[in-house]
């Protein structure tokens, strides 16, 4: 890890945030249902789990401003103004438990659709909402453990979330030390998909949603982009392999999880160890398809739960039984809707892109023992 002075800004703003708020006495426990470690203190305290200049041998990278990741990382963290601005103390209850199972990215690589689809298996519970970002200290850290714990249900075998920030290097360094800290058990699952595809589609939502204003060639040509950084998948599994063994990480590409979906909920199921057999018609459903990013209806829609009456719509949609969360998602996301339209690559900057994950491409088939279906061939410009 960098030293205080080489610290970035993000980590600079969320040590001050911790070295003013005193950690209260740290227990180490076993959850029941889990093999995390516990902290104990009020709900309102901010906890310093893991040191900002923990020792690793993964270097961090330096971040630099990208105000269409800034937008997006600020309204995830708006999402959870209410459990900041809560005022009576948290009601535990004897089920509250920490997950055992994580989904640790990447962002617009079918997160959303496979949550869903696990979380249906009866040995199975995923959080709600689906994306908590408590492991990214500068996100939802300070929540505490508490909050965290409330999250999921000890009456289940697996309990997981899906946090895509989790894998977003180097605006959020430490991810992995800290999961690694009180989850060190856990099975991680990775979603990856074409790196070029995955930016399009990143591209599309973030200019759908107003995150993002500038020239689609010219902020691609950059290569600290968090489009480019968040492609580069072994860049971002790095200090999960350093701090995992290899055997608790599973990478699965939204490719496969298209075209074989029985195949690959079978692969899921079988690293969760739950039943693998274990089947659902509502498979067929695909969530939050890109094609609704420049809808009107969606544009509507997230300018709607900015307002100060609306915000809690977008905080317990996840808590809305299923059926009723599906009915949502059709009126706004519309699934049977064709991809949106994305913008065109030139052939030199689909050269230099190629070029650019090249030996990140390269390095990821190694490790998997194969190429990936589907995508692009990184192997030649």
């Known amino acids: 890890m960098p030293e205080q002075g080489h610290r970035t800004r993000w980590q600079v703003q969320i040590g001050a945030t911790l070295a003013r708020s005193a950690p209260r006495q740290i227990a180490t426990l076993t959850s029941p249902g889990s093999h995390c470690l516990y902290q104990s203190g009020h709900l309102r305290l901010h906890y310093s789990a893991v040191p900002e200049t923990a020792k690793t041998n993964t270097p961090d990278l330096t971040a630099t401003l990208d105000p269409a990741d800034d937008a997006m990382c600020s309204r995830a963290k708006e999402r959870f103004a209410a459990d900041r601005n809560r005022r009576l103390p948290r009601r535990k209850s004897k089920t509250d438990t920490l997950p055992n199972f994580i989904i640790i990215g990447g962002l617009k690589c079918g997160t959303t659709s496979i949550h869903h689809y696990l979380g249906l298996h009866p040995d199975i519970h995923m959080s709600k909402p689906k994306e908590l970002n408590f492991f990214a200290a500068e996100q939802n850290w300070d929540l505490g453990f508490d909050w965290y714990k409330s999250r999921f249900d000890n009456r289940f075998k697996i309990n997981g979330e899906s946090s895509p920030h989790y894998t977003n290097r180097p605006r959020f360094n430490g991810v992995a030390?800290?999961?690694?800290?009180?989850?060190?058990d856990a099975r991680l699952i990775y979603m990856v998909r074409d790196p070029i595809k995955r930016i399009l589609s990143h591209w599309v939502h973030a200019t759908g949603a107003g995150y993002e204003t500038r020239e689609f060639v010219e902020t691609l040509n950059k290569p600290d982009t968090s489009y480019i950084q968040r492609s580069m998948y072994w860049m971002q599994l790095q200090p999960y392999l350093e701090h995992f063994d290899p055997a608790q990480i599973e990478i699965i590409t939204q490719e496969e999880l298209g075209s074989d979906r029985d195949g690959t909920m079978k692969k899921a199921f079988t690293f969760l160890g739950v039943d693998e057999n274990f089947t659902s018609e509502q498979w067929d459903r695909q969530w939050e398809k890109s094609s609704a990013k420049q809808d009107s209806k969606y544009q509507v829609m997230?300018?709607?739960i900015k307002l100060p009456g609306f915000r809690s719509l977008d905080r317990n949609f996840d808590r809305l039984p299923e059926s009723m969360r599906w009915m949502v998602e059709k009126a706004v996301h519309n699934p049977d809707k064709p991809p949106a339209p994305k913008p065109e690559i030139p052939d030199d900057l689909m050269a230099t892109l190629k070029s650019r994950f090249?030996?990140?491409?390269?390095?990821?088939?190694?490790?998997?023992g194969h190429k990936f279906d589907g995508w692009h061939d990184y192997a030649t410009s």
Request: hydrophobic content about 30%.
């Open 358 to 368: 090249r030996e990140d491409v390269a390095a990821l088939e190694g490790h998997v």
């Open 177 to 184: 030390e800290r999961i690694h800290e009180y989850c060190p």
């Open 302 to 304: 997230e300018k709607l």
